[in-house]
């Protein structure tokens, strides 16, 4: 069962670079919108019939403050499967979209001493409206975005506001040396007390986690774009699914998800990207007896929860908190 229940005008759309136009999306009858996190994204249901999320990329101001508009950033994909296609294609100012309340699985670290946000491309978006926010609690932090050339950074005009412009690294891979950042270099030591976030494509992404290898696992936050190419994992064996509050058993065959068993026997767990990326379909249990196979879970998260659209047990039985 995936989320489809608010339906937003499109106020505005923007070319930001040759492939990226940003969107801004409001309440068809001028009313506020459900307020949202730094970090959160929305599911957004397009023609055609496709689906995709997509971060929101300015702050929505305080927590629990409603929010103006939703803005988010989409990227022409070459290889799209059709859901980029349709935006940049078919989605003109005045359409309606119907789209889902914001998630957030990408939160600012309250506990943090310091932020560190590493921005590929337009995976900027949720590490823009983290910057913003940051900006406006005076948190210290550093965002460093990394794009081809200076043509290719999206939301430049947020980027140069005066009160986040002081916290911004531009890296451009056709600008001159001096300017480039070295991920080795940035990351080599850990501040103490310093959180780490990053989004961007696949190559990006793994770059950051192996530069990023001797840092704890839980000081570093990802989003991913798409689950990586190598992370099919293993075959699934079959399992059972304790659930705890209901006392029952629900059997997951080799080739179920967790997700279409519980479907199966009439229990509905929300899901969205069916991926393990965006955390919709989290719930509580026994972490340690999951093999996790999602991308938005901490390690300390993994203790007491599961994403049930892709992990399984790690033995015969899985006891989940449901
Ligand atoms: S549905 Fe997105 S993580 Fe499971």
Redesign the pocket.
Known sequence: MTERNLTVRVARIARQTPEILSFELVHPAGRALPGYQAGAHIDVHMPGGFSRQYSLASDAGAEGVDASRYLIGVKREAASRGGSASMHGRVLVGDLLPISAPRN?FPIRSEARRHLLLAGGVGMTPLLAMAQALARAGADFTLCVFVRSAEHLAFAEALREPLLAPHVRLHFDAGGAAQKIDLRDLLAVRAAGTQLYVCGPGGFMQAVRSAAAHWPEDAIHTEYFAAPADAAGAPGKPFVLRLAQRGIRVPVAADQSA?DALHAVGIDIP????????????VGGEGEGAEHR?F?LTGSERVRKV????SRARGEELVIDL
């Open positions: 699985s997700v899901v969205s990207c069916e991926q393990g990326l965006c955390g919709t379909c989290v999602d938005c994403a049930l659209c892709c």
